[in-house]
């Protein structure tokens, strides 16, 4: 039996009689999160780490007099074994409903939807994969992490409700290195990533890696801190974006003043008209069910033309501030983020870019004034500086501090016309799932500072 | 009957050393690690329960060595079928890879030792009631909320309980038990179109071995009020200058500054250029070793794993190496990096004992333990008496650093200028920036032994894999002379 049926049956079979356990006023859901994943890191082409990893997580939400318990538990796979730890947990927080203040925002999905979804997929055979990775490690310095295998996210709960999702898939997210002429190391970053494994199309990512890498092989330009344009690269904003899930689009965040957008909350100010971010969950990369089970709308316009439209919203927030809410994750975070795409053509970028620097990647971002939208990160990997539409050289990395509105509000001049579609690459406590969806953009002006 | 605050499901017996003779015949040479770790998380806000939650971790980790190399498989099926299948997937990976292995493996990387280390505490969990405690970080959150321009005020407890085995087939059995706590008590202060943030230390920087014992309520209490306090100050304060000033640094930011520029730079398996497609390189060369003047003749950082109650202190890593107090920087000369014995091999240079996994799901790497500043001369009168026009910056709110650990910028929730040797004004929005070698020869002064302090985090991120693990920083006050120092605004 494959380890999506073994983790159904056991949540179903979990679910079931635990289920059956509880009285009258007891509510109860069931998280699963399941991964059989294979992690191979690499360095210089070699394998540094394998390690399998077989995990079945286990959550129970308990409701009962007015309070609320969560317990989470690693499955050992037997049933009678896991029941017993359930059962174990039940009792427990049978008793500590009893000891705990009343907790006033609690809530209870009403409607008993179902779903289930699995997407099948063709992972690499592990001596191909080798193969490729070791003539690669031949000719360039490669490093990086293969993640392949089965992730599954289900929830149950008393009252009926059952979602799963569940996928095969991997990414090979790497980075080659070289030394340029001036001695400095310089790297590129390729991301492969899909459901189905073809040979042809890592071996074409690798190549367009190479090609990439070599136009750091000249002597660095080493730029002054000050102001330039800059055209990012769609992984350099995806990197920004994701920022965006740490508060700043949260209700909840703004109303315990959290939030990085709150001038733009409170219409204070604007953003570009070129700019559009939305949940979107026809992406397919991603559940739509949240851990409660709930099921959000499969699109959500966020920021439209530059205009805040909706902030994400769990249940909980929802009662608190009584305010429709839009089944958010209990962070309120993107799960799910869909920049639209303006009118600049790929092949135009660097003649509109005219004169300044390319960003290929952006490292280590975090706000540095949370009440301004502002933010500090570095530059990383393929960022170049360009005169007259060309690529001169490559640059030494820079550190920059700067707003969000003023990065998708005053300097945007352009969006690109073609997205890119990123997988979620981390894999902290288990692997991610999701991705997102953005093009690049072009600035007029931005702020570097070291 | 009362309800106390530990839990104890029910759970399989689990024999790490039956495991290891379950598993013998699929290797040349096997060990286990077994991890189980409660962490609960209890959590008030505005005078209202936020959240109280147990999290459960226990499973096992399997190395198994065919022909000299390694392979890892990692599961929470305990019984005996699912760990020796665990073992013949790490056995065939390792059949697998041979071809394309970055090093050998040898067992001597795996000391043969036996040994043991029990968690301490004068209160363990089971001595304090659900309710109580609960109704003190209710209370904490009603003491945060001084007036209503509080409009956040959260209180939250970490406690953690963790067993750690590991057996290997040539002799290893190490077993250890931890206690721990972390804290975290914030205020969020609006009025005027203003917004300020105050925690106690930072929002995770309260993180020491211990149980409940480090839950001094009445002192905690009066902190919380300190803490409300300042973040109405902090409504009202000017910004922070733009401007080259000296700075002084409390030891809840010098936990931040050691951790970026010094922890993560000095890591073996950065240097060898594992971490470069995630957390980067290093500017750090093998040949800086013995070297470098990473410092001011004022800067001395051990690796300390035996300080007592800091985070990370530890008798053995989780290779089994046992581990000792170690100078990686004296009189500002950089001796040691930070890797246990696969890369102290693979580099021929002298390291630590720090090879450290975040649980039983993932393999161990070159983590920091506990990193400290050890202690100078200065008390904070000559420190303060010493600088003509600077900036005092507590508790870490901003970090960012470049892949190499050169350009930092990190940021502080709460500062005051000092002019003249005195504590002036409060600023809000405080932030610097510098370069990690040049800022390190900047030490001017560094505090006594009487205001050496011990914070952490639970949270550094590294490895692919993603792994968080636990680290612990110790230091006194530091003065750092001219330093880019600046404030917030759009």
């Given at each position: 039996?494959?380890?999506?049926?073994?983790?159904?049956?056991?949540?179903?079979?979990?679910?079931?009689?635990?289920?059956?356990?509880?009285?009258?006023?007891?509510?109860?859901?069931?998280?699963?999160?399941?991964?059989?994943?294979?992690?191979?890191?690499?360095?210089?082409?070699?394998?540094?780490?394998?390690?399998?990893?077989?995990?079945?997580?286990?959550?129970?939400?308990?409701?009962?007099?007015?309070?609320?318990?969560?317990?989470?538990?690693?499955?050992?796979?037997?049933?009678?074994?896991?029941?017993?730890?359930?059962?174990?947990?039940?009792?427990?927080?049978?008793?500590?409903?009893?000891?705990?203040?009343?907790?006033?925002?609690?809530?209870?999905?009403?409607?008993?939807?179902?779903?289930?979804?699995?997407?099948?997929?063709?992972?690499?055979?592990?001596?191909?994969?080798?193969?490729?990775?070791?003539?690669?490690?031949?000719?360039?310095?490669?490093?990086?992490?293969?993640?392949?295998?089965?992730?599954?996210?289900?929830?149950?709960?008393?009252?009926?409700?059952?979602?799963?999702?569940?996928?095969?898939?991997?990414?090979?997210?790497?980075?080659?290195?070289?030394?340029?002429?001036?001695?400095?190391?310089?790297?590129?970053?390729?991301?492969?990533?899909?459901?189905?494994?073809?040979?042809?199309?890592?071996?074409?990512?690798?190549?367009?890696?190479?090609?990439?890498?070599?136009?750091?092989?000249?002597?660095?330009?080493?730029?002054?801190?000050?102001?330039?344009?800059?055209?990012?690269?769609?992984?350099?904003?995806?990197?920004?974006?994701?920022?965006?899930?740490?508060?700043?689009?949260?209700?909840?965040?703004?109303?315990?003043?959290?939030?990085?957008?709150?001038?733009?909350?409170?219409?204070?100010?604007?953003?570009?008209?070129?700019?559009?971010?939305?949940?979107?969950?026809?992406?397919?990369?991603?559940?739509?069910?949240?851990?409660?089970?709930?099921?959000?709308?499969?699109?959500?316009?966020?920021?439209?033309?530059?205009?805040?439209?909706?902030?994400?919203?769990?249940?909980?927030?929802?009662?608190?501030?009584?305010?429709?809410?839009?089944?958010?994750?209990?962070?309120?975070?993107?799960?799910?983020?869909?920049?639209?795409?303006?009118?600049?053509?790929?092949?135009?970028?660097?003649?509109?870019?005219?004169?300044?620097?390319?960003?290929?990647?952006?490292?280590?971002?975090?706000?540095?004034?949370?009440?301004?939208?502002?933010?500090?990160?570095?530059?990383?990997?393929?960022?170049?500086?360009?005169?007259?539409?060309?690529?001169?050289?490559?640059?030494?990395?820079?550190?920059?501090?700067?707003?969000?509105?003023?990065?998708?509000?005053?300097?945007?001049?352009a969006v690109g016309a073609t997205a890119e579609w990123i997988?979620?690459?981390?894999?902290?406590?288990?692997?991610?799932?999701?991705?997102?969806?953005?093009?690049?953009?072009?600035?007029?002006?931005?702020?570097?500072?070291? | 009957?009362?309800?106390?605050?530990?839990?104890?499901?029910?759970?399989?017996?689990?024999?790490?050393?039956?495991?290891?003779?379950?598993?013998?015949?699929?290797?040349?040479?096997?060990?286990?690690?077994?991890?189980?770790?409660?962490?609960?998380?209890?959590?008030?806000?505005?005078?209202?329960?936020?959240?109280?939650?147990?999290?459960?971790?226990?499973?096992?980790?399997?190395?198994?060595?065919?022909?000299?190399?390694?392979?890892?498989?990692?599961?929470?099926?305990?019984?005996?079928?699912?760990?020796?299948?665990?073992?013949?997937?790490?056995?065939?990976?390792?059949?697998?890879?041979?071809?394309?292995?970055?090093?050998?493996?040898?067992?001597?990387?795996?000391?043969?030792?036996?040994?043991?280390?029990?968690?301490?505490?004068?209160?363990?969990?089971?001595s304090t009631s659900l309710a109580e405690f609960s109704d003190?970080?209710?209370?904490?959150?009603?003491?945060?909320?001084?007036?209503?321009?509080?409009?956040?005020?959260?209180?939250?407890?970490?406690?953690?309980?963790?067993?750690?085995?590991?057996?290997?087939?040539?002799?290893?059995?190490?077993?250890?038990?931890?206690?721990?706590?972390?804290?975290?008590?914030?205020?969020?202060?609006?009025?005027?179109?203003?917004?300020?943030?105050?925690?106690?230390?930072?929002?995770?920087?309260?993180?020491?071995?211990?149980?409940?014992?480090?839950?001094?309520?009445?002192?905690?209490?009066?902190?919380?009020?300190?803490?409300?306090?300042?973040?109405?100050?902090?409504?009202?304060?000017?910004?922070?200058?733009?401007?080259?000033?000296?700075?002084?640094?409390?030891?809840?930011?010098?936990?931040?500054?050691?951790?970026?520029?010094?922890?993560?730079?000095?890591?073996?398996?950065?240097?060898?250029?594992?971490?470069?497609?995630?957390?980067?390189?290093?500017?750090?060369?093998?040949?800086?070793?013995?070297?470098?003047?990473?410092?001011?003749?004022?800067?001395?950082?051990?690796?300390?794993?035996?300080?007592?109650?800091?985070?990370?202190?530890?008798?053995?890593?989780?290779?089994?190496?046992?581990?000792?107090?170690?100078?990686?920087?004296?009189?500002?000369?950089?001796?040691?990096?930070?890797?246990?014995?696969?890369?102290?091999?693979?580099?021929?240079?002298?390291?630590?004992?720090?090879?450290?996994?975040?649980?039983?799901?993932?393999?161990?790497?070159?983590?920091?333990?506990?990193?400290?500043?050890?202690?100078?001369?200065?008390?904070?009168?000559?420190?303060?008496?010493?600088?003509?026009?600077?900036?005092?910056?507590?508790?870490?709110?901003?970090?960012?650093?470049?892949?190499?650990?050169?350009?930092?910028?990190?940021?502080?929730?709460?500062?005051?200028?000092?002019?003249?040797?005195?504590?002036?004004?409060?600023?809000?929005?405080?932030?610097?920036?510098?370069?990690?070698?040049?800022?390190?020869?900047?030490?001017?002064?560094?505090?006594?032994?009487?205001?050496?302090?011990?914070?952490?985090?639970?949270?550094?991120?590294?490895?692919?894999?993603?792994?968080?693990?636990?680290?612990?920083?110790?230091?006194?006050?530091?003065?750092?002379?001219?330093?880019?120092?600046?404030?917030?605004?759009?």
């Amino acid at each position: 039996m494959s380890f999506v049926q073994t983790s159904r049956e056991l949540l179903d079979g979990l679910g079931n009689a635990v289920f059956g356990q509880l009285i009258s006023g007891e509510e109860l859901t069931l998280n699963l999160a399941a991964e059989d994943q294979h992690y191979l890191r690499f360095n210089g082409g070699r394998v540094r780490q394998s390690t399998r990893v077989r995990q079945q997580r286990l959550a129970l939400r308990y409701q009962a007099l007015g309070r609320r318990v969560d317990f989470t538990f690693d499955l050992s796979g037997g049933i009678a074994a896991d029941l017993e730890t359930a059962l174990s947990l039940l009792q427990r927080a049978r008793a500590e409903v009893t000891a705990l203040p009343e907790d006033a925002y609690l809530t209870v999905v009403e409607q008993v939807e179902r779903g289930d979804v699995h997407h099948e997929g063709r992972l690499p055979p592990l001596d191909a994969l080798l193969t490729v990775i070791g003539e690669e490690g031949r000719s360039a310095d490669f490093t990086g992490l293969y993640a392949g295998g089965t992730q599954l996210r289900a929830t149950r709960n008393s009252r009926g409700l059952r979602h799963v999702f569940s996928t095969e898939n991997f990414f090979v997210d790497y980075s080659l290195y070289t030394v340029n002429a001036a001695g400095e190391n310089k790297a590129v970053k390729g991301l492969y990533a899909g459901r189905h494994w073809e040979a042809g199309q890592f071996l074409e990512s690798l190549r367009r890696s190479r090609e990439r890498l070599r136009l750091l092989e000249g002597v660095g330009r080493p730029l002054e801190p000050g102001n330039y344009r800059v055209y990012f690269a769609p992984a350099a904003v995806d990197a920004i974006i994701a920022l965006f899930s740490w508060g700043a689009v949260s209700y909840s965040a703004w109303k315990k003043g959290d939030s990085a957008l709150m001038k733009l909350i409170e219409d204070e100010v604007r953003l570009s008209p070129l700019f559009s971010l939305s949940e979107n969950f026809a992406l397919g990369l991603t559940p739509r069910f949240n851990s409660l089970g709930e099921v959000a709308p499969e699109s959500l316009s966020v920021i439209e033309q530059g205009r805040l439209r909706n902030l994400l919203i769990n249940s909980r927030t929802a009662r608190e501030y009584e305010v429709p809410g839009n089944a958010a994750e209990v962070g309120e975070g993107l799960r799910s983020p869909d920049m639209a795409t303006g009118t600049l053509p790929e092949a135009n970028v660097l003649s509109a870019l005219d004169n300044g620097l390319y960003i290929g990647n952006l490292h280590y971002l975090n706000w540095s004034d949370l009440q301004h939208a502002r933010i500090t990160g570095m530059t990383r990997y393929a960022c170049f500086w360009v005169e007259n539409g060309q690529i001169v050289a490559p640059i030494r990395d820079l550190r920059f501090d700067e707003t969000l509105y003023r990065i998708f509000g005053s300097e945007l001049e352009a969006v690109g016309a073609t997205a890119e579609w990123i997988m979620r690459t981390d894999t902290y406590h288990q692997r991610s799932v999701g991705g997102s969806r953005v093009p690049g953009m072009l600035l007029r002006d931005f702020r570097f500072t070291l | 009957m009362t309800v106390s605050l530990a839990i104890e499901p029910k759970l399989t017996d689990f024999d790490p050393l039956a495991a290891l003779a379950w598993i013998r015949p699929e290797a040349d040479w096997l060990a286990i690690r077994y991890v189980h770790e409660n962490t609960y998380r209890r959590c008030a806000r505005n005078g209202r329960p936020e959240e109280n939650a147990m999290h459960l971790e226990r499973g096992v980790m399997i190395e198994a060595m065919v022909d000299g190399r390694l392979a890892y498989a990692a599961t929470s099926d305990l019984s005996r079928e699912g760990v020796i299948q665990a073992a013949r997937r790490a056995a065939g990976d390792a059949r697998a890879t041979a071809g394309d292995r970055l090093a050998d493996f040898s067992p001597d990387w795996r000391p043969a030792v036996q040994g043991c280390q029990n968690a301490s505490s004068a209160a363990w969990l089971d001595s304090t009631s659900l309710a109580e405690f609960s109704d003190r970080l209710i209370q904490a959150t009603q003491r945060l909320r001084v007036t209503d321009d509080v409009v956040t005020a959260v209180a939250e407890a970490v406690l953690l309980e963790t067993e750690t085995r590991y057996v290997a087939s040539h002799g290893t059995d190490v077993a250890q038990r931890f206690l721990m706590t972390w804290q975290h008590f914030g205020a969020i202060a609006q009025a005027g179109g203003e917004t300020q943030s105050r925690s106690m230390n930072g929002p995770t920087a309260r993180c020491v071995q211990g149980g409940m014992e480090t839950f001094g309520w009445d002192a905690l209490l009066d902190d919380c009020q300190r803490v409300g306090e300042q973040a109405l100050e902090l409504l009202q304060a000017e910004n922070c200058p733009d401007e080259v000033l000296d700075l002084v640094l409390a030891p809840d930011q010098m936990l931040l500054q050691i951790h970026e520029s010094i922890g993560h730079p000095l890591e073996l398996d950065r240097i060898l250029g594992d971490e470069r497609n995630y957390a980067g390189w290093s500017f750090v060369k093998p040949e800086d070793f013995g070297r470098l003047q990473y410092g001011s003749p004022l800067m001395n950082v051990t690796f300390d794993p035996s300080l007592t109650g800091e985070f990370a202190a530890y008798a053995y890593d989780d290779g089994g190496t046992p581990a000792t107090r170690e100078y990686l920087i004296r009189e500002g000369r950089l001796l040691r990096g930070l890797g246990g014995l696969e890369s102290q091999s693979r580099l021929g240079l002298p390291g630590v004992a720090n090879f450290r996994s975040a649980s039983w799901n993932r393999a161990p790497i070159d983590r920091m333990g506990n990193i400290n500043l050890e202690p100078g001369s200065a008390s904070m009168e000559e420190i303060m008496g010493s600088v003509r026009r600077g900036i005092s910056m507590e508790a870490n709110r901003s970090w960012s650093i470049d892949d190499y650990r050169n350009k930092f910028q990190f940021g502080c929730e709460y500062a005051r200028l000092i002019e003249d040797g005195r504590l002036t004004r409060v600023l809000k929005n405080p932030n610097y920036r510098g370069i990690t070698v040049p800022f390190w020869q900047s030490l001017a002064a560094v505090g006594k032994a009487d205001s050496f302090k011990a914070y952490g985090t639970p949270y550094c991120g590294k490895g692919e894999p993603n792994q968080v693990i636990r680290v612990g920083h110790a230091s006194p006050p530091c003065l750092f002379r001219a330093v880019q120092v600046f404030g917030g605004g759009a």
